[in-house]
């Protein structure tokens, strides 16, 4: 048995899910996970803001489509309310309109319901070792939408502002800067880990740096700030 109290190691789990059979599959993968408990759960939003009111998870597993509101009034809660903790998006909701407007209100990650129990908490760990995951469908519906963007006219040439505006923020180093052009590419941390012939560990700790000098939370925002800076060129992703 997991001694949540103690454990300093615990991922701590909230999930939000109107859905009883998702509740039953991530149970039993999270009982027999050593370093993830569960210490909430949910099946709307009024239940959820009145469960995470009274207790400190380090992860919001939320869906977005929920009997009494949108999962995304739970993730502007928790970046409101509760500052260390990450919101996770789980939802057959792949559209580009649920997608953005999870990003926009907070969320670090955002997987579908076919991802397996196994993945989800892999995902869980990579989230909270600094990473962003996001399902490969994900990746690239939004990558898509940034190559649909881009393809429209008048060619985009960085600014003098834009170099001036590069100048605010601490600069990559090489390694870093290998690491965000596979992430804008949508490489996942052990692809990229399995490229560079490092390890996951390592690949995260460059995210977290890339996170901080370029003073976004998410990888998506990184992405757009990268391009915004003249860092990369998502023309070339």
């Known amino acids: 048995m997991k001694d949540i109290e103690q454990d300093t190691g615990l991922i701590r789990i909230f999930m939000v899910d109107d859905d ?10 999270i009982e027999a996970h050593p370093n993830i408990a569960l210490i909430g759960r ?4 009024a239940e959820g803001i009145q469960g995470l009111a009274k207790c400190t998870p380090d ?15 739970l993730i502007e ?17 792949g559209d580009d309109a649920h997608i953005l407007s999870s990003i926009e209100a907070g969320a670090t990650g955002y997987l579908t319901k ?42 985009r040439r960085i600014s003098q502002r834009t170099a001036d505006d590069a100048k605010n923020y601490p600069a990559l180093s090489e390694r870093e800067q290998q690491v965000l052009e596979m992430v ?4 996942m941390q052990a692809e990229i880990a399995g490229i ?7 690949v995260s700790t460059f995210i977290k740096r890339i996170y901080k ?4 939370t998410s990888r998506t925002s990184a992405v757009h700030r990268a391009n915004a800076l003249g860092l990369i060129n998502l023309k070339d992703c």
């Open 59 to 73: 992860v919001l597993l939320v869906d977005l489509g929920l009997p009494d509101g949108s999962g995304i009034e």
């Open 77 to 93: 809660y928790v970046q409101k309310y509760l500052p260390n903790c990450e919101s996770m998006v789980l939802t057959v909701l």
């Open 213 to 216: 000098k370029l003073a976004v």
């Open 114 to 155: 076919d991802t397996s129990a196994g993945e989800i908490l892999d995902m869980l760990e990579q989230l909270r070792a600094g990473g962003s995951p996001i399902s490969p469908m994900i990746a690239r519906r939004l990558l898509h939408g940034f190559r649909n963007k881009l393809e429209q006219p008048a060619p």
């Open 42 to 45: 949910a099946f709307g939003v």
């Open 196 to 202: 560079m012939g490092v390890s996951v560990n390592t």
């Open 20 to 29: 009883p059979a998702v509740h039953s599959r991530l149970d039993k993968a």
């Open 184 to 187: 804008a590419k949508g490489f």
